[in-house]
C-alpha cells in the first residue's frame, strides 16, 4: 500500500463541471502540497496545506488531518484544466515529499 | 531569478554510456532535491541537499548513480553504465528548510537509454 493515494487515477469531465480529486495518506506530516503536471514535465505548485482550507481563483484544497484526507475540488472546469494533479505531503520526520500517483484530468469542450 | 532550470531538457543515449544532468535551483533556496518520474507515476525520491551536504538517499539511488552539490549552488546527477530501467524522467526542486513556503519544480530532464 502506497504512503500516499489518490483517486481517481483517471478522470474526464465535460467543461464547466465541478471536479473533486482525493487524497489519501497513511504516515504523519507536517504539509500537504497539490501540483500541477502538463505534458512535457513542468511542476507547478498549485496549494500546500497543513490545517483548514485553501481557494485560488476557481481551485479549493481542503485537508482534514484526523481523517488524513485532502480533497482538489476545481469549480466550473474549462478544457485548460486538463492536466496531471499530483497529491504530495511532507512527512514530519523528514524534508522530502512523498508523492501519490496523479490523476490525469482531461476537460473536454 | 527565472526559477529551478535543469539541462538538458531531453536526453537520448545508449546503453552502457554515462550521462550527467545539471540543476540550478533557486539562489536563495539552500535544500535541492532529486525525484525520478516513470511514465503514468509520480515522482519517487532519490536524493536531497542541504547547501552542499547530501542529507539523505534513497535505496532507489544505486551506486551507479552519484549527485554532487560542490559549491552549496547548483548540483549534478550523474548516471553510469546506463540500463534501459533508467529511463525517465529526471525531477529537480529547491526549498527553504523544511519546504517552508513550498517547493519549486523544474521542468525536468528526459532520459531515454536506447
Known amino acids: 500500500k502506497n504512503e500516499v493515494e489518490q483517486s481517481p487515477q483517471n478522470l474526464t469531465a465535460q467543461e464547466g463541471e465541478f471536479i473533486t480529486i482525493n487524497c489519501s495518506y497513511s504516515?504523519?506530516?507536517?504539509?500537504l502540497h497539490w501540483l500541477q503536471q502538463h505534458p512535457g514535465g513542468g511542476i507547478v505548485s498549485l496549494f500546500m496545506?497543513?490545517?483548514g482550507k485553501k481557494k485560488h481563483g476557481r481551485l479549493i484544497a481542503t485537508i482534514n488531518i484526523q481523517e488524513k484526507h485532502s480533497s482538489l475540488h476545481i469549480t466550473a472546469s474549462h478544457p485548460r484544466d486538463s492536466a496531471v494533479y499530483i497529491c504530495?505531503?511532507?512527512?514530519?520526520?523528514?524534508?522530502?515529499?512523498?508523492f501519490g500517483e496523479g490523476t490525469q484530468l482531461t476537460v473536454n469542450p | 531569478d527565472t526559477g529551478v532550470s535543469q539541462d538538458p531538457r531531453h536526453k537520448i543515449t545508449k546503453r552502457g554510456q554515462n550521462v550527467t544532468f545539471r540543476c540550478d535551483p533557486i539562489?536563495?533556496?539552500?535544500?535541492l532535491y532529486w525525484y525520478r518520474q516513470t511514465l503514468g507515476q509520480g515522482p519517487e525520491f532519490l536524493t536531497y541537499?542541504?547547501?552542499?551536504?547530501?542529507?539523505?538517499k534513497s535505496r532507489l539511488l544505486s551506486d551507479r548513480f552519484s549527485a554532487e552539490r560542490p559549491k552549496g549552488s547548483f548540483s549534478t546527477l550523474e548516471i553510469q553504465r546506463t540500463e534501459q530501467g533508467d529511463s525517465a524522467m529526471y525531477l529537480c526542486?529547491?526549498?527553504?528548510?523544511?519546504?517552508?513556503?513550498?517547493?519549486?519544480f523544474g521542468s525536468g530532464t528526459r532520459l531515454t537509454v536506447v
Open positions: 526542486a529547491s526549498s527553504f528548510p523544511q519546504g517552508l513556503y513550498g517547493y519549486t
Open positions: 504516515v504523519g506530516i507536517s504539509a
Open positions: 496545506l497543513s490545517s
Open positions: 504530495a505531503v511532507r512527512e514530519t520526520s523528514g524534508s522530502r515529499l512523498t
Open positions: 539562489s536563495e533556496h539552500n535544500r
Open positions: 541537499f542541504q547547501n552542499e551536504a547530501q542529507l539523505e
